[in-house]
């Protein structure tokens, strides 16, 4: 095998190691930005059902209100908690964190509003309370299941971020971590029951 025989061979070589690498390089991109954009799509469901939840509360305050009016604090407790949401969602700054608190702080109102409904027998046969507790309550079920599919979502894309070989293109092109829609420390204290 003559010289001009072995240079070729190394020319091939050496192109195919380097469209190897290229190719291994782009997939690795259209993989991190794929992962990017199910955690964007992620957050958007969880923010559909957030903005579901928040329109349905006026009405389920209303009724309340109706039947419990002395039971102002409670009812301005889920109001406030409601506005802070509202203020929270439409903030194009506001963390994952930011809103996961006000979110939080929502669920807490409105599980406090439900206790104080509890007290009240006839607003328990209301049907429109019952139709809107219902609502309520299949919305939040359907919060908790977008939630853990963002969380899965996020947590494969921060793993990706942080695997070797992947992380030479994340940090190559600014791939940052996503945040988790994690509970804050209010909503993880145990509940005391005392009889």
């Given at each position: 095998?003559?010289?001009?025989?072995?240079?070729?061979?190394i020319v091939v070589v050496i192109l195919a190691v380097i469209i190897g690498l290229v190719?291994?390089?782009?997939?690795?991109?259209?993989?991190?930005?794929?992962?990017?954009?199910?955690?964007?799509?992620?957050?958007?469901?969880?923010?559909?059902?957030?903005?579901?939840?928040?329109d349905l509360i006026p009405n389920l305050v209303?009724?309340?209100?109706?039947?419990?009016?002395?039971?102002?604090?409670?009812?301005t407790q889920v109001t406030a908690a409601r506005a802070g949401a509202m203020a929270a969602a439409a903030n194009p700054g506001a963390t994952i964190a930011q809103r996961a608190a006000a979110e939080n702080q929502?669920?807490?109102a409105l599980v406090n509003l439900t206790a104080t409904a509890e007290a009240y027998p006839q607003l328990q046969a209301n049907q429109n309370f019952m139709n809107l507790q219902n609502q309520l309550q299949a919305l939040e079920q359907k919060i908790a299941f977008a939630r853990q599919f963002y969380n899965d979502v996020v947590m494969k894309y921060n793993t990706r971020i942080e695997t070797v070989p992947s992380n030479i293109i994340a940090g190559l092109f600014h791939f940052t971590q996503a945040q988790y829609f994690a509970a804050d420390e209010a909503?993880?204290?145990v509940p005391q029951v005392r009889f």
């Open positions: 095998m003559g010289g001009a025989a072995v240079a070729i061979v190719a291994w390089a782009i997939a690795a991109y259209n993989g991190l930005v794929q992962l990017r954009n199910r955690v964007g799509n992620g957050w958007a469901q969880i923010d559909v059902q957030l903005k579901q939840r928040a209303e009724t309340v209100k109706g039947y419990a009016a002395h039971e102002s604090g409670v009812l929502l669920s807490r909503s993880r204290a």
